[in-house]
């Protein structure tokens, strides 16, 4: 398809070290018709320095309430093949495994009927395809799902859960990110696909404290790895390191945030009862450090991007908690946590919000967990936790 529009402001976006969507929507404009209209209402929106999509509206495929995202241009004369420019959320398989088959068959699909733009990922995790029109999204839906495929999560529903590649990359991993995954996603297929939520509610699992997911700044819900007992050292292998140039001091030592381990310039000590887990020493010494064998997760809530109150990072609420098959405990928990959130959010306020100005007690009276010495989020802050007279005789 021959050039439609001259682009000459987002011909500047193309310069520079950085990868620019411009170039992919250029590339998808050669074969489509939407991505080359999307690209001159875009050019427009920088020329008057206004926009001219509409968002939302009722629009989905038979049995879901979410997964699609309506949007429409304001200028369907001009630019009509984005007069619809609907996205389509895609549940994307734990830690985001796919085989090229299935990569392969994805992009036929959307090349059939939508832009051929794709966001791989979306901050939630799905597949996200952008751009299509009302007309084939049920057609769209049928060719996916006869393959395996379904919809995400999207508006004020539960968003579709995500996790790290865990154990099937990653050698740290305190737990099963994939399973827990995938088991919560099965859990929770009514809450995913019928919003009947205040608001989003997302879940992420790390398999440990390097959090590769930034789970503890964006979910409501974090699952992040960990575990009991002492950190394993083999002292031979912090010999190696230091022999090998490593300035276990300055690197090691002195960056840890409890102030937990020494080091004489032989031996490397760790007072395991304050280490908190962070797993920077491990992370950075991997062949001297291992974690102990008792493993399981800390559950963390209320993290958000910065609507409505602000960016909140995500809260300590179970310490440690086993997850072993079928999950059962971390499911009911949830869906008390889910309960708490129904009972006392206003529209549009994430669950961290409402236990800011509920309080914790209420939140934890509910859902039934103990106060403990973990869950203090900054030493001398306020108490977090008030107690009633009751509580005192």
Known sequence: MSKKYDTPLLDELEKGPWPSFVKEIKKAAKK????????????????????????????????????????????????????????????????????????????????????????????????????????????????????????????????????????????????DTLDINYALTQEFQDELHRPSFAYKFK?????????????????????????????????????????????????????????????????LKIEDEDCNRCMHCIAKMTKALRPGDERGATLLIGSKAPIVVGAMLSWVVVPFIKLEPPYQELKDLIRKILEWWDE??????????????????????YVGLPPVPQMIKEPRRDPFFFWAEKDLK
């Open 344 to 365: 006392n959010g206003k529209a549009r306020e994430r669950i961290g919000e409402v236990i800011e100005h509920k309080g914790m007690r209420s939140f934890l009276e």
């Open 32 to 175: 489509s018709e939407r991505a080359a209209d999307e690209l001159g209402q875009v050019e427009k929106s920088y020329k008057t320095k206004r926009g001219y999509w509409k968002h939302g509206g009722i629009v989905g495929v038979l049995g879901y309430g979410s997964g699609v995202i309506g949007r429409y241009s304001s200028l369907p004369e001009e630019f009509p093949g984005v007069a619809h420019f609907h996205t389509v959320r895609i549940n994307q398989p734990s830690g985001w495994f796919y085989t090229t088959k299935a990569l392969r068959e994805m992009c036929d699909m959307w090349d059939k009927y939508g832009s051929g733009l794709t966001n791989m990922h979306g901050s939630t995790g799905d597949m996200i395809l952008l751009g299509t029109n009302t007309e084939s999204l049920e057609p769209i839906f049928a060719e996916f799902s006869s393959r395996g495929w379904d919809l995400g999560g999207s508006g004020s529903a539960m968003r579709t859960p995500s996790c790290c590649v865990g154990p099937g990359r990653c050698e740290w991993a305190n737990i």
């Open 203 to 267: 879940i992420k699992t790390a398999g440990c404290a390097v959090d590769c997911i930034a789970a503890i700044a964006r979910a409501d819900l974090s699952i992040i790895g960990t575990w009991k007992g002492d950190i394993k050292i083999d002292q031979a292998e912090v010999k190696n390191y230091a022999k090998n140039g490593m300035d276990i001091n300055a690197e090691i030592v002195d960056m840890c945030p409890t102030g937990c381990m020494s080091y004489d310039g032989k031996k």
